[in-house]
């Protein structure tokens, strides 16, 4: 799957009524990507979180295009396609376990409960969580832990369109090489992207990394 | 993606997050039955005369109040559910994460307050019972099949009005006006409590623009005195339009609601 994205600009508006300036998040951001794996870096506020929110669907652009194979995608393709793994656990159902997060994270994706489980405990091995984790109510779980529960979520989908937003926060030495090694076999038949303040991790988990600045690719 | 399996699992995650606080959950039923037992003895006070209000519909204050708490405490349901739910999803930050899947915003609407509606019937099941158990209720001459179209006809429109409602939330977060309404007007304006005549003329007339006043109206007489279709058919043709109005209406509204928050930046504020 070829992505192509051409003069992306996206401006959050200033709230109702407040004299703030609108804020300029993304400024023509032009990039073709294909299966395989791109870091992205920069400072805080650069772009990051606000291309790959575009990327998935969640934001609408205002101006430029993106392309799928060729045909212009607006954000319910994108939706359909992507999968993103936010860059704090802030989106999950705190009373719920694990798991039954991820059962239910999975249905609204079209994943049937047994392939939620199943993924859940595959995925959850190869990141060093433990299955009394995915047992575990989630707002018991350490916030290693809660970023490895999000990094399943995202996996399980086998989206062709992998976000990772600061997929390595919090995370230990196990997990960081279990994820650089599940980032590396998706990224054989997927396009992930991945962000991180890290240079060395982006360096042993990405083939090419790109530098945000000010909303631009630098 | 089946939209069936999409609200098994809303109602699978909701069942489980409100049952993990178990007091609150027991608590809830107990409340249903203590606000009927107020008005039970308050309608004992003034014994079984029949207002000249109610004479209309055939039954004591009791009789009237109960069958009006059940079926309002049922179809409001829907009025404060979807705003309600969705200020929780933003609240928990889920809302972003729910609304980054593929999810269509129709199955989205249907899922949201499934499990609402299903504690509603739990809780009219408790309102059944103690009228029957409890206070010894009868509806011996009820027409069922006209209660029951009345009953569909209100659900679906109340749902719509709080699918509106969910729209403020979606834009402002907090500060929702229609809430406001419904929330502050509906049981002093539709005739939950006492029959809209007993209103001055300015205030009936008010009381003329809301659903709530048909629903409720319709309800009791084909509940209390066994109207027919034909008898409440003006009610009924006010609801019909209520939802061929409301019913679209609404759902485009939220789309654009969504839409506008994805444009703005804010599905992921609260």
Redesign the interface.
């Known amino acids: 799957m070829l992505i192509e994205v051409s003069g992306l600009e996206k401006i959050f508006p200033a709230p109702f009524f407040s004299r703030a300036a609108p804020l300029r998040a993304l400024t023509g951001v032009t990039l073709a990507v294909g299966p395989g794996v791109l870091g992205f870096e920069g400072p805080n506020g650069s772009g990051k979180t606000t291309l790959f929110k575009v990327l998935a669907g969640i934001l609408e652009t205002d101006g430029g295009t993106i392309a799928v194979d060729g045909q212009a995608a607006g954000s319910a393709r994108l939706r359909a396609l992507a999968a993103f793994c936010p860059p704090n656990p802030r989106s999950f159902y705190y009373r719920l376990s694990a798991l039954e997060n991820l059962r239910f994270f999975g249905a609204l994706a079209g994943i049937s409960p047994a392939q939620a489980v199943e993924r859940a405990r595959e995925l959850g091995a190869r990141l060093a969580l433990a299955p009394a984790d995915l047992e575990r109510r989630f707002d018991r779980l350490s916030e290693g832990n809660m970023q490895k529960v999000s990094l399943v979520r995202a996996f399980s989908r086998r989206a062709p369109l992998l976000l990772l937003d600061e997929p390595f926060h919090g995370l230990d030495e196990k997990a960081c090489a279990g994820l650089i090694a599940l980032i590396a076999e998706t990224g054989r038949s997927s396009t992930v992207l991945l962000s991180s303040h890290s240079r060395a991790l982006l360096a042993a988990a990405a083939d090419k990394t790109f530098r945000l600045e000010a909303g631009r690719l630098a | ?2 939209p069936a ?2 609200i ?3 109602i ?2 909701d069942f ?2 409100e049952s ?2 178990r007091l609150s959950f027991s608590l809830g039923a107990l409340a249903t039955l203590a606000n009927l037992a107020v008005f039970y003895f308050i309608g004992r006070l003034f014994g079984a005369n029949l207002a000249p209000q109610l004479e209309a519909f055939g039954t004591d204050y009791f009789g009237y109040v109960f069958a009006a708490l059940a079926f309002f405490g049922y179809i409001g349901t829907g009025a404060g559910s979807y705003a309600g739910r969705l200020r929780e999803e933003q609240t ?3 809302l ?9 915003v129709f199955p989205l609407l249907a899922a949201m307050s499934a499990w609402n509606f299903l504690f509603a019937t739990f809780e009219l099941a408790i309102y059944a019972v103690a009228g029957i158990f409890i206070f010894k209720l009868d509806f011996p001459t009820a027409n069922w099949p006209a209660a029951a179209l009345v009953f569909f006809l209100s659900a679906a429109c109340f749902a719509a009005l709080g699918v509106l409602s969910a729209c403020f939330v979606m834009l402002f977060k907090r500060g929702n006006p229609m809430a406001w309404v419904l929330n502050n007007f509906e049981g002093l304006l539709g005739g939950v409590y006492f029959p809209v005549t007993v209103l001055p003329a300015w205030l009936a007339a008010v009381s003329n623009l809301l659903p709530v006043t048909y629903a409720v109206r319709a309800f009791q007489l084909a509940l209390n005195k066994g109207a027919g279709v034909a008898e409440i058919k003006g009610d009924l043709l006010v609801l019909t339009a209520f939802d061929i109005l409301l019913i679209p209406a609404s759902i485009w509204l939220f789309g654009l609601a969504v ?1 506008r928050a ?4 804010t ?1 992921g504020e609260y």
């Open positions: 993606m089946s399996r999409v098994l699992a809303f699978r995650k489980l997050a993990s606080y928990q930050g889920t972003e994460a729910t609304l980054s899947t593929p999810l269509g839409a994805r444009k703005a930046g599905l």
